[in-house]
């Protein structure tokens, strides 16, 4: 999710002050913390080096003026990490990512990195050129339907489709009571325009298998699949119905989606990193809408779950503020 301002944390109170949730109990009792850059809310797998690795997006999400943020590499064979030099970007470039994407094209590997620039109001879509441990700045993309970007799915000739989280950006009335005002839009490497006729109550994590794009929603806590042809979805269905919907990434043919159960734990965690925020992740499958939990943890081992991945027997799972993310053995049932 992206990084929260104090305006809208009364809001915040209020929706979670409504909601209930029954807390499943914990699933694994096994995890390793592996330390890495702060808030780190966004990683995809990244397999065209000769080691598998994570590419993280990490910032400092609980401060109001925080310095620029970081791309890191975690070698998932020698579980060593480092930033990864941005080399080419324009001079005093602001960088504060949050969703990514990763796509090759003809051989070559871009990382799409949605990055906010709260001092000059600019929301931004930035390319980079994957060159071993160094990203080489190729674009920035800017545009006035890129309202309040959560997160991003790239094709293969370098086009996108963004999910935004809003209408308008930090609207309380959207969060408060759910209003379906986020847009889908697609951008063809020259323009931008709706990809679909509906909007949506906080749109977040998307990704995509073919001609099928799949869309988490955390204020409507639907999971939805559109075919998607000609820069345009349509035949929109509900996979499933979870609340707090985070990012997406995918495990062979299933979908992986991290979520946040407990809205008011959510938000005392972010005032306090000292307090819990349950973390949950959930395997679904796209044809059917079935839907396993994977894992579920009051908080203590890792709060505020953003993302997960399933690499050899291993979930790896971001969050939101804290700068860790969590290794967790599968269990014999889930490999």
């Known amino acids: 999710m992206k990084k929260i301002t104090y305006h809208l944390l009364f809001i915040f109170v209020l929706i979670a002050l409504f909601q209930s949730c029954a807390i499943p109990k914990n699933t694994h009792k096994e995890s390793t913390q592996i330390p890495i850059g702060p808030g780190p809310e966004d990683f995809i797998l990244d397999e ?30 020698t579980e060593e990490n480092q930033k990864m030099p ?34 000059d109001h600019l929301e931004s879509i930035v390319k980079y050129e994957v060159d071993g441990l160094n ?21 293969g000739d370098g086009t ?47 990704t995509h298998r073919g001609n099928q794009v799949y869309l ?13 042809e000609n820069g345009k979805l349509s035949n929109r269905r509900t996979l499933a119905k979870i609340k707090g919907q985070d990012n ?8 992986i989606l991290a979520v946040h159960l407990k809205l008011l734990a959510f938000i005392k965690h972010f005032k306090n990193a000292e307090k ?14 079935e839907k396993e939990l994977v894992y579920i943890n009051d908080g203590e081992q890792i709060s505020a779950s953003a993302t997960g991945i399933i690499y050899q027997n291993n979930l790896y799972i971001s969050q939101v503020f804290d700068p860790f993310i969590l290794k967790v053995p599968l269990t014999e049932e889930q490999k």
């Not at 960088?95 to 949605?114: A, K, Q, R």
């Open 86 to 119: 941005r080399l080419g970007e324009p001079e005093d470039f602001i960088f504060h990512p949050h969703g990514i994407d990763l796509n090759c094209e003809s051989g070559t590997c871009y990382l799409y990195v949605i990055s906010h620039n709260e001092r």
């Open 48 to 77: 065209s080096q000769d080691q598998p690795r994570l590419l993280i997006s990490c910032d400092e999400r609980r401060a109001e003026n925080p310095p620029n943020g970081e791309i890191y590499s975690f070698n998932l064979i």
């Open 276 to 289: 819990k925020s349950p973390s949950t992740v959930y395997r679904i499958d796209p044809k059917t809408g």
């Open 216 to 228: 988490a929603t955390t204020r409507q806590n639907k999971l939805f699949a559109f075919d998607f």
């Open 160 to 206: 996108f489709l963004v999910s935004n989280d809003a209408g308008k950006k930090g609207s309380i009335w959207e969060m408060l009571f759910k209003l379906k005002r986020a847009k889908l839009i697609f951008f063809d490497g020259e323009k931008y325009t709706q990809a679909y006729h509906k909007k949506h109550a906080y749109g977040n994590g998307i």
């Open 248 to 255: 997406l990434r995918f495990d062979g043919e299933d979908l």
């Open 135 to 155: 990203l080489k700045f190729v674009a920035v993309y800017n545009d006035p339907l890129l309202v309040s970007p959560n997160a991003l799915t790239a094709f």
